[in-house]
């Protein structure tokens, strides 16, 4: 009952998600209701670099939101938004941090709300991902000397967030599971109402990150014993979770989809590295050795999210999507490292796979159509989630517009450290957007060619941003998201995420570069740990016409994404019972149904869609009467 009572009262999608707690919350949600189920889809050498040249910028993207609406603020050009909008959204992003931020009453010291907004939505909870990045933003900014009176809230966020590891929740406690849960109550207590857990493997993935910029710090400034004392035993839970559950499916960074996901396996990466880094400096050398094996198997998964026939990154391998997905953007921003130049295989924020634009063109949500591309695609566009976003509608997000600017800006800052730009024929089609007679080959910084593209894609850049800026209220405040058709402010206002979104896109903007991770140099290994897999015999008890077929289709890949088309042919040998083997994502939430063609015709089972839930490892055989 609970899950109908929540479903009715949101808006579609995320929320949808929310209910899963727990493998068998998913199931009793399966079961109760829906249809439309989102189970588908799963340094320190900071150095603050000159002001870039007005020539600087960047690049590539994903899911890109055509927008028609009307201005609620002034024009602006990026400069001067970064100028009056950056303190703003320090001001918003502080208020919303406990225990005296002016709209997080109730939160403890160091809990980040995720927004003051209690209906509609209500964001009144403290996330894992969103307060973990905001706090990214914090000890960067307190590290490179920009703010010294930062330090008492990254004490804070620290203290706060070594309790909610302890915390019991719905996912688990703390050895059992309870890292991988997103949200909790402001008090610092668990969160057990509806929509809760989803057992996220990248929360601690994100929080150790924003620590380990801090312990950084502290080592770097002599403070050794409180790192390896009070830190190293917090970031060390972080990190043996992720090293130990990377390869379990996983709810996405929206919440909505159960299965890989692109931003994820990106964000695990880096983690372990710096990881391993700090294990290696503080004498924790087991640790460090377990940590860099480990990324060197999350780096050999991540090669597989680039899909080269279809020349993009494919941000989920869940089905029901197309997988084009803005998530690869943040991913790519946040695990941006200019030593590691337009390295692919991490996935740089320079690397030619950001680049394949016309990619994007077949979307119903993307302006680039193959005819105006050409005219179209070097000015910028407002930009949602992905292309299938059902979330208030599906609209453009402040917080994707900013990755959308802020990857252009680090590329093209790493252009400029690197001194050429190497075009290749993945990229091709992007730089002749920007130049039509460039070809393939690398064009150092003294070449004509380069000074044409960087003068064209910088513009390119801060056309997101004026973006973002025209829709922002004249006050400045950042909501969630902006209506697709009006431009006003739309789902939780003041965002904490969407002010760190603004604040680290005005730090590349000003040539800020971040510290390494250790992205340089890293290779693929040769020999690639594989994901978990199970075998599934579905069978299904349904009589049929002669002629008539029962087939099999759902929500991942090897169930072909739920393509009626390309369904699965099952075997009628032991009639009336139709059987198939296929092998399956472990412990995964899966759905499905079956199917009946006749000539053309084809029959869906009745709603809901079926779940199953796989284990780690061993056979599963379903026995399936058809509806
Ligand atoms: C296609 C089918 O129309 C429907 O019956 C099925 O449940 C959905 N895809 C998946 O949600
Ligand atoms: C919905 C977003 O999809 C999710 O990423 C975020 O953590 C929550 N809102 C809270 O901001």
Partial sequence: ?????????????????????????????????????????????????????????????????????????????????????????????????????????????????????????????????????????????????????????????????????????????????????PKFNIDGSAFTGPGVALSEVYGPALRSTALITYANWLLDHGNTTFVTNTMWPVIQLDLDYVATYWNQSTFDLWEETFSSSFFTTAVQHRALREGAALAAQIGHTPSSKRYNAQAGNILCFLQTYWNPAEGYITANTGGGRSGKDSNTILASIHTWDINAGCDAITFQPCSDRHCPISRFTSTPFAPFTPSTRASDVTSAVAVGRYPEDKYYNGNPWYLSTFAVAEQLYDALLTWEFAGAINVTSTSLDFFRQFESSIGTGTYPSDSSQYSKLISAIKPFADGFVEIAAKYTPSAGGLAEQFDKSTGQPLSAADLTWSYASVMTAASAYAGITPASWGAEGLIVPSKCVPPPQVSVTFNVNATTFFGENIFLAGSVDALNDWSPNNAIHMNPAKYPIWSINVTLPAKAGIQYKYLRKYLDDVTWESDPNRVVITPGSGDVTLDDTWR
């Fill in 1 to 181: 009952m609970w899950a109908l009572r929540q479903f009715s009262m949101l808006p579609e999608s995320y929320h949808d998600a929310s209910q899963f707690a727990t493998l068998p919350r998913m199931l009793a949600y399966a079961s109760g209701l829906t249809s439309d189920l989102p189970l588908n889809a799963p340094p320190r050498c900071t150095h603050v670099r000159p002001k870039p040249s007005l020539k600087m910028r960047l690049l590539c993207l994903a899911s890109v939101i055509g927008l028609v609406g009307t201005s609620i603020s002034q024009p602006t050009n990026a400069s001067s938004y970064f100028t009056s909008e950056s303190p703003v959204a320090k001001a918003g992003l502080l208020a919303n941090i406990g225990p005296n931020g002016a709209k997080s009453s109730g939160a403890k010291a160091g809990i980040v709300i995720a927004s003051p907004n209690t209906v509609n939505p209500d964001y009144l909870f403290s996330w894992v991902r969103d307060s973990s990045l905001v706090f990214k933003v914090i000890a960067d900014q307190f590290s490179r000397g920009e703010d010294d009176s930062l330090r008492g809230q990254i004490d804070n966020f620290f203290a706060a967030e070594s309790a909610l590891q302890q915390v019991s929740n719905p996912s688990g406690a703390v050895n059992t599971g309870g890292l991988g849960e």
